[in-house]
């Protein structure tokens, strides 16, 4: 499964809004259970990546509620409602619905 | 302080080997999916391989089969990738990664080391 990230750079003001896309290959929606296999994680550099998104939608633990995941299927969204200096980093997508083929898209670099 | 610790990164020639571990220390490991995944010097997140919570089942990225091999020791809290035949384009950060969910194969990665260097040049 390819997953594509758009843009692949973007430029926001300080509580500006920040949105940016994933899109796959083929159907992240698992019927069994309805639910999509998409993660997104923040990186910043020098660190591993974190964590803030799984099934899509669902925000993790301590995540701020600024970030927002939403769509389903094939095409995703990230947005960051009000763009603080801390969240300057690589945003990336993943997807797990296939255990044995993990992939991560190529990620959006979100600036000021 | 919960943590996975990833260590065995150093420069190499084409055609060596290494031994990469992941160690957890504040957190286990025994009942969870663990993974590896890499990042070359500017580039993206590409996963490795994956592990299921007794070894039973192991996957790997095309580029990698054949040459490297993942492996754990639930007695010692640690995951390994044993890197074999390594080529330039192996040169990355490798990060092991802990999927979220005990004893699911949902492959969501809440835990990450802080990465090992493998650099592969002649």
């Known amino acids: 499964i390819i997953l594509t990230q758009s843009p692949a750079s973007l430029a926001v003001s300080l509580g500006e809004r920040a949105t940016f896309d994933c899109k796959s290959s083929q159907s992240l929606l698992f019927d069994l259970n309805n639910k999509n296999y998409l993660a997104w994680y923040q990186q910043k550099p020098g660190q591993p990546p974190k964590l803030l998104i799984s099934?899509?939608?669902v925000r993790e633990s301590g995540v701020p509620d600024r970030f927002t995941g939403s769509g389903s299927g094939t095409d995703f969204t990230l947005t960051i409602s009000s763009l603080q200096d801390e969240d300057v980093a690589v945003y990336y997508c993943?997807?797990?619905?296939?255990?044995?083929?993990?992939?991560f898209g190529g990620g959006t670099k979100v600036e000021l | 302080e919960v943590q996975l610790v990833d260590s065995g990164g150093g420069s190499v020639q084409p055609g060596e080997s290494l031994r990469l571990t992941c160690t957890a220390s504040g957190l286990m490991l025994t009942d969870y999916w663990m993974s590896w995944v890499r990042q070359a010097p500017g580039k993206g997140l590409e996963w490795v391989a994956n592990?299921?919570?007794?070894?039973?089942?192991?996957f790997y990225v095309d580029s990698v089969k054949g040459r490297f091999t993942i492996a754990r020791d639930n007695a010692k809290n640690s995951v390994y990738l044993q890197m074999n035949n390594l080529k330039v384009e192996d040169t990355a950060v490798y990060y092991c990664a802990r999927a979220m969910v005990r004893g699911i194969l949902w492959q969501i990665f809440d835990h990450w080391g802080q990465g090992t260097l493998v650099a592969v040049s002649s």
């Open positions: 993943q997807q797990y619905l296939i255990t044995a083929a993990v992939t």
């Open positions: 592990i299921k919570q007794d070894g039973s089942e192991k």
């Open positions: 099934w899509a939608s």
